[in-house]
């Protein structure tokens, strides 16, 4: 079956812009994650929805960053007024359980963003 | 917050056996997984490592020690498509989201 899609692959944004990443998960899974990981870096968390509610956006690192997933299915990250620090892969995972941390996430292919 | 240690990179030949260590500090820890990421592509599964011991699987097994706060990964007979970056990861309680460390990039030569 199909696995975790994201777009765009490559997003180039002028300093300043606002830009949507889009996820789709794999059909069925509950738990959606947004990572953001920096050149030769590791993923770092971002945010994470259970179906439709957003129970942690601890990982969020300004109010420029905001995310949602209104019908528990597709989820859209948008960064408002984009920064040059705003630069990365941003990588949307899925699972298919409910709070089960001990379940594997499914990662899609990520968004380069590059701002200028 | 949780810190994860993994060495940055590391060279091996095709057809020998290399080993990848990962230690971490976290508070309530859950569980250890390893990802592959080659460039530009997904981070993909290789194992979960929840309880002392080692789990094998083809080419490649992984072995946690929860006492010590250290893990390894092990791939045997390598190949050339093993260059890649692999990824440890942490799972605490009360978080759902996974903790990378920063990854070690293998670089498999002929």
């Known amino acids: 079956g199909a696995g975790v899609s994201q777009s765009p692959r490559y997003k180039v944004a002028k300093r300043g812009q606002d830009v949507a990443l889009r996820c789709d998960p794999i059909?069925?899974?509950?738990?959606l994650f947004w990572y953001q990981q920096a050149l030769g870096q590791g993923p770092e968390f971002l945010t994470y929805f259970q179906n439709e509610a957003q129970l942690d956006k601890s990982g969020l690192p300004s109010d420029r960053f905001f995310a949602e997933r209104p019908e528990g299915s597709v989820s859209t990250l948008k960064i408002q007024r984009t920064q040059q620090e705003d630069s990365a892969v941003y990588l949307c995972?899925?699972?298919?359980?409910?709070?089960?941390?001990?379940?594997?996430?499914?990662f899609g292919p990520g968004t380069r963003l590059t701002v200028t | 917050g949780q810190n994860i240690d993994q060495p940055t990179e590391m060279t091996a030949t095709e057809g020998a056996i290399v080993q990848i260590n990962c230690t971490y500090q976290?508070?309530?820890?859950?569980?250890l997984f390893w990802y592959q990421q080659h460039a530009g592509e997904a981070p993909t599964f290789l194992s979960y490592n929840v309880l002392d011991g080692l789990e094998e699987k083809g080419r490649f097994s992984s072995f946690l020690s929860r006492s010590k706060g250290y893990s390894y990964l092990l791939l045997k007979e390598l190949q050339m498509k093993d260059s890649a970056s692999y990824l440890c990861?942490?799972?605490?309680?009360?978080?759902?989201?996974?903790?990378f460390g920063t990854g070690t990039r293998l670089t498999v030569i002929p």
């Open positions: 059909s069925g899974h509950v738990s």
């Open positions: 990861a942490v799972t605490v309680r009360r978080a759902n989201n996974l903790f």
């Open positions: 976290t508070s309530g820890f859950n569980g």
């Open positions: 995972a899925s699972s298919p359980l409910l709070q089960e941390s001990s379940y594997e996430q499914y």
